[in-house]
């Protein structure tokens, strides 16, 4: 049965930190409005007032909110996230009933990458709104950093966010909510630091556009290997300058194409660096192009946080080097995705693995097509946009299991 627009719940999406293309958070948001619009709904997009002119066209969106999502407005050692928290109650209701004045019970609003902070703003909104008038909800809490990363105890953002989500429950029955986590293993951190069901979801991403096709896949060029990713220690950019000066020792051939490169680092003739604000499209280009991607990243902040680069880069079929004991780690190891797991900080070790695959290129280039579209079809957007509809519009036929 096919439902008209009329009848489909409209969708506000809101994310307080869209303001660039660079990181996922604004990539994400424009995979779910691309399509969300696909399946025939309205949709509404409410990001940052700084946000660059091109994201607004590109989304068609109202540039909504002035602060960024995590604890900058305090920088009280002591009681600053708390006393940033309290802002976020005081500052954004006015912001988000600018945006969500025209919501009705029936609409659904997904907080994409929702914060504490973002989840405090929102639910003191709701608190002033009538009860038959409050949307449904979807909140997205992908990020591991409301817990100690060592002994996943809980950090004071991870109390405040137990705050939010708890208050939040008592404004809406559980059939209008739903709260959503990367993995299984934060999923069951958040549950049971917020008594709210966590379900596990995907990243809301457009792997669709990643895929290769046969023609990409034979086509004749340098092996490329791709380093994409925001410039961060914790994303170890630190490393990857010394694993490219030994690997073009051993394959002066090879190419690399980095989104960021330490500003102290000489960049060898054969490293491309193209700054993460590129456009969307050149982003997607330069990744393609890539047969190996490399991800080095700090085990101790990604043991259980996703990575959208390697989500893209499993999607077009790369052989990836990514560091042990992270969430892409077991993909890895059992072979869901082709590549080799290091020790994060062994570029002598990421070296080896890198020239390891690059001997392989041909074969990963001949299986890339299968490998890539395997991955995204179990990970899209789509998939995403399934579990809200199954789980908040039962019946409906929203999603394509219904």
Same mark, same amino acid.
């Given at each position: 049965?096919?439902?008209?627009?009329?009848?489909?719940?409209?969708?506000?999406?809101?994310?307080?930190?869209? *303001?660039?293309?660079? =990181?996922?958070?604004? *990539?994400?948001?424009?995979?779910?409005?691309?399509?969300?619009?696909?399946? =025939?709904?309205?949709?509404?997009?409410?990001?940052?007032?700084?946000?660059?002119?091109?994201?607004?066209?590109?989304?068609? &969106?109202?540039? @909504?909110?002035? %602060?960024?999502?995590?604890? &900058?407005?305090?920088?009280?050692?002591?009681?600053?996230? $708390?006393?940033?928290?309290?802002?976020?109650?005081?500052?954004?209701?006015?912001?988000?009933?600018?945006?969500?004045?025209?919501?009705?019970?029936?609409?659904?609003?997904?907080?994409?990458?929702?914060?504490? *902070?973002?989840?405090?703003?929102?639910?003191?909104?709701?608190?002033?709104?009538?009860?038959?008038?409050?949307?449904?909800?979807?909140?997205?809490?992908?990020?591991?950093?409301?817990? !100690?990363?060592?002994?996943?105890? +809980?950090?004071?953002?991870?109390?405040?966010?137990?705050?939010?989500?708890?208050?939040?429950?008592? /404004?809406?029955?559980?059939?209008? %909510?739903?709260?959503?986590?990367?993995?299984?293993? %934060?999923?069951?951190?958040?549950?049971?630091?917020?008594?709210?069901?966590?379900? @596990?979801?995907?990243?809301?991403?457009?792997?669709?556009?990643? /895929?290769?096709?046969?023609?990409?896949?034979?086509?004749?060029?340098?092996?490329?290997?791709?380093?994409? =990713?925001?410039?961060?220690?914790?994303?170890?950019?630190?490393?990857?300058?010394?694993?490219?000066?030994?690997?073009?020792?051993?394959?002066?051939?090879?190419?690399?194409?980095?989104? *960021?490169? +330490?500003?102290?680092?000489?960049?060898?003739?054969?490293?491309?660096?193209?700054?993460?604000?590129?456009?969307? #499209?050149?982003? $997607? !280009?330069?990744?393609?192009?890539? !047969?190996?991607?490399?991800?080095?990243?700090?085990?101790?902040?990604?043991?259980?946080?996703?990575?959208?680069?390697?989500?893209?880069?499993?999607?077009? =079929?790369?052989?990836?080097?990514?560091?042990?004991?992270?969430?892409?780690? +077991?993909?890895?190891?059992?072979? @869901?995705?082709?590549?080799?797991?290091?020790?994060?900080?062994?570029?002598?070790?990421?070296?080896?693995?890198?020239?390891? %695959? $690059?001997?392989?290129?041909?074969?990963?280039?001949?299986?890339?097509?299968?490998?890539?579209?395997?991955?995204?079809?179990?990970?899209?957007?789509?998939?995403? /946009?399934? #579990?809200?509809? !199954?789980?908040?519009?039962?019946?409906?036929?929203?999603?394509?299991?219904?």
């Amino acid at each position: 049965m096919t439902i008209s627009p009329q009848n489909k719940p409209k969708i506000f999406l809101i994310e307080f930190a869209a *303001n660039t293309w660079i =990181g996922h958070r604004a *990539n994400t948001l424009a995979a779910l409005h691309g399509a969300l619009k696909k399946r =025939g709904h309205i949709v509404e997009c409410g990001i940052s007032v700084k946000a660059a002119p091109e994201m607004l066209e590109t989304l068609n &969106a109202k540039p @909504v909110f002035s %602060l960024m999502p995590w604890p &900058a407005l305090s920088t009280d050692r002591i009681s600053g996230e $708390i006393e940033s928290f309290l802002a976020y109650g005081e500052r954004t209701p006015t912001e988000f009933e600018s945006f969500l004045s025209e919501a009705q019970a029936t609409d659904i609003v997904i907080l994409n990458t929702a914060s504490e *902070n973002e989840l405090w703003g929102f639910v003191c909104w709701m608190e002033q709104r009538a009860a038959h008038r409050r949307p449904k909800v979807v909140a997205n809490v992908m990020l591991p950093q409301f817990f !100690d990363p060592i002994t996943e105890e +809980p950090t004071q953002r991870g109390r405040l966010l137990r705050v939010a989500v708890k208050k939040l429950m008592e /404004l809406l029955p559980a059939e209008k %909510l739903l709260f959503l986590a990367l993995t299984e293993r %934060l999923s069951n951190l958040f549950s049971s630091l917020t008594s709210a069901p966590f379900q @596990v979801s995907v990243t809301p991403l457009d792997l669709a556009s990643f /895929l290769r096709s046969d023609e990409d896949a034979a086509r004749s060029r340098p092996v490329r290997i791709g380093v994409a =990713g925001a410039p961060k220690t914790t994303k170890g950019e630190h490393l990857v300058p010394e694993i490219a000066e030994m690997l073009l020792a051993r394959h002066p051939e090879v190419m690399f194409y980095a989104q *960021n490169w +330490p500003a102290n680092k000489l960049i060898p003739n054969n490293v491309e660096v193209t700054p993460s604000g590129v456009g969307r #499209q050149t982003y $997607i !280009d330069l990744l393609k192009s890539c !047969d190996i991607s490399l991800i080095m990243y700090d085990p101790i902040y990604y043991k259980h946080g996703g990575s959208g680069v390697f989500e893209e880069a499993a999607s077009a =079929g790369h052989g990836v080097v990514v560091t042990q004991d992270t969430w892409m780690t +077991p993909f890895v190891d059992s072979g @869901v995705v082709e590549g080799i797991s290091v020790p994060f900080g062994d570029t002598k070790a990421a070296t080896e693995a890198l020239c390891r %695959l $690059i001997g392989q290129v041909p074969e990963l280039r001949k299986k890339s097509v299968v490998n890539g579209h395997s991955w995204a079809k179990t990970r899209d957007v789509e998939v995403y /946009l399934d #579990q809200v509809f !199954d789980a908040l519009c039962p019946g409906q036929n929203l999603s394509r299991t219904s």
